[in-house]
């Protein structure tokens, strides 16, 4: 079975706080995503990579930066974090392969900016 | 761009009635079909997918049948139980390209 932990569960900050959030998978996949969760929006993709020290830009990245460390690690950064970042965080992992894969979800990160 | 449209933001049934949840996309390929499911206090988890025209996935009792003449993939059960509430989400996706466009929800909510 897929795992994928995220650490914290949840965190409060003041508005210009930084934070940093962590992803671990343990099923050796290459693809890691960080997705938010807002109501109305759905699933909205931040960044994703496909290996260590590989980023890839997704659909709403502004103010927020993200860094993969190794094939199982992978974190989003808010340097500057405002009201507008408060939401609901998770990370994916997926299988490489010949067709569209299965995307393994955490239990997410509420996050929230005062 | 691609783009996944559910109809229903909630859905309120019974126990034992029948579901249905729409799901249109719009998509400048052929792209995989998916519906993902989520619990309270949980991550979304895969329900099952489809990736070519008339094939239907099927699991837990949930399927959807793909259609690219009307470009929908409809969720449909034919008995809900209270178990069933949840979120469920329909998305599209390509091979190899690991993007997935996801619809904005769908809240079921069945009463015992």
Not at chain 2, 22 to 34: E, K, M, R, V
Request: hydrophobic share 30%.
């Amino acid at each position: 079975e897929a795992a994928v932990t995220q650490s914290p569960r949840n965190k409060v900050t003041v508005t210009g706080g930084n934070v940093t959030l962590s992803c671990r998978q343990t099923n050796s996949h290459n693809y890691m995503y960080w997705y938010r969760q807002d109501t109305g929006h759905g699933l909205r993709l931040i960044h994703y990579s496909y290996g260590a020290g590989n980023l890839q830009i997704g659909d709403v990245p502004d103010g927020y930066k993200a860094t993969r460390t190794t094939q199982e690690d992978f974190f989003l950064l808010l340097e500057l974090a405002s009201p507008s970042q408060t939401s609901l965080y998770f990370c994916a992992s997926s299988d490489p392969g010949s067709s569209a894969e299965t995307l393994y979800f955490g239990s997410g990160t509420r996050l929230t900016v005062l | 761009g691609d783009s996944v449209t559910q109809t229903e933001g909630q859905v309120a049934l019974s126990e034992e009635d029948f579901l249905t949840i729409h799901c249109n996309y719009s998509a400048s390929g052929y792209p995989a079909l998916f519906w993902y499911v989520q619990y309270p206090g949980e991550g979304p988890q895969f329900l099952f997918r489809a990736s070519r025209d008339k094939e239907k996935g099927s699991s837990r009792g949930f399927e959807a049948t793909y259609d690219k003449g009307t470009t929908s993939f409809h969720l449909r059960k034919a008995s809900v139980q209270e178990s069933d509430s949840a979120v469920y989400y329909c998305a599209l996706a390509y091979t190899g390209n690991y993007k997935y466009v996801f619809g904005a929800g769908t809240r079921l909510k069945v009463i015992a």
